[in-house]
């Protein structure tokens, strides 16, 4: 495989002028252990940040609760003044404790705190696209509704400093919610081969013109390992991390990805899944192994 340079073609988001490569960048791994700190080495993630932008890759994910604030000022510190095509996505909705709990941050003064945070740490004046997080449950988004912090964030791009809304960890009840708010532009749930509970609504999406970004694409906290990632990766010369990317951008064209990594060499790799075709019988395997019980399926 040659490092691919079309990053898998693009996607336009609806009723806006933004068109996004479908392999983007997911910033979260760039903090210290636990998402919490500085990185060991804040070269090395400048390093990676660079290369990201120097192999064609126009889709940043990033919050200002990873690190708290660091991740930002990294990308700052690398990428400040931004290439002209630079879409960077953030997420609200969400505090860090001093032990690095996650805890819910949804008031309207959390969510005007949370963007002038992002403004000041980004360097930037309007942030293209703000996804308001919800907390939902240990497993998943839970219902409930989500019109109240919402029309905080509507209100904030009324002023200027949020050009696009995206929702984070929700249901399709939820994305019907908010839609009555305000246009939607792309969903950022937890979704990858093995984890499929989104496939109905991914659909639904798609037909809407809307974008879904999955996110632990790889597993995230727990890589994804099975042997049926394994076998295709070796029958295909590639890794099991290239199929495991390919497969999403596979599953539907309104698929953008966000990998993180902390590392150039990983970086390198993942884009490169942008040219692996996987064939029907190889998805027709990493289907049947996610339609498993529990127990026997990849984790
Ligand atoms: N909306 C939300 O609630 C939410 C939640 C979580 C994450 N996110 C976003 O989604 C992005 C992606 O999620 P994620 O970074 O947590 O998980 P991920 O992309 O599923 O996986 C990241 C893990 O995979 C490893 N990895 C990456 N490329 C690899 C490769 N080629 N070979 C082997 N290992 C590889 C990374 O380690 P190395 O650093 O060693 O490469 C890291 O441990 C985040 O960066 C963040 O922007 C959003």
């Known amino acids: 495989m040659s490092l691919a340079t079309n990053l898998s073609g ?23 252990p636990n998402v919490m700190g500085a990185p060991r080495d804040v070269d090395a993630a400048v390093a990676v940040l660079r290369e990201a932008i120097a192999l064609g890759i126009n889709h940043i994910d990033t919050s200002d609760f990873y690190g708290p604030h660091i991740t930002n000022q990294i990308i700052r510190q690398a990428l400040h003044p931004y290439p002209e095509n630079l879409v960077i996505v953030t997420k609200v909705g969400a505090r860090r404790s001093a032990d690095g709990s996650w805890l819910p941050a949804l008031l309207r003064q959390d969510l005007a705190e949370a963007i002038h945070d992002n403004l000041r740490n980004l360097g930037l004046d309007a942030i293209n696209i703000v996804n308001l997080r919800l907390m939902g449950d240990v497993h998943g988004p839970s219902e409930g509704s989500l019109a109240e912090p919402l029309t905080t964030l509507a209100e904030l791009k009324k002023q200027g400093l949020i050009r696009h809304l995206g929702l984070s960890n929700v249901t399709p009840t939820q994305l019907a919610e908010a839609q009555t708010i305000s246009e939607i532009v792309c969903v950022q749930n937890q979704y990858n ?28 906290f727990t890589p994804l390992q099975s042997s049926v990632l394994e076998s295709a990766a070796k029958s295909l010369d590639a890794t099991p991390m290239q199929v495991a990317l390919a497969w999403l951008l596979q599953r539907s064209p309104n698929i953008l990805l966000i990998p993180g990594t902390s590392s150039v060499e990983h970086l390198r790799e993942n884009i490169k899944a942008a040219s692996l ?23």
């Open 10 to 32: 693009s996607f336009t988001l609806p009723k806006s002028l933004l068109t996004l490569k479908r392999i983007g960048y997911g910033a979260m791994q760039l903090a210290g």
């Open 277 to 299: 075709q996987l064939p029907q019988q190889t998805v027709a395997d990493l289907n049947a192994s996610a339609a498993k019980p529990l127990a026997d399926r990849l984790t």
């Open 193 to 220: 081969v093995a984890h499929r509970e989104d496939d109905a609504f991914i659909d639904d999406l798609a037909k809407q013109g809307i974008a879904y970004v999955p996110f632990f694409p790889l597993g995230g």
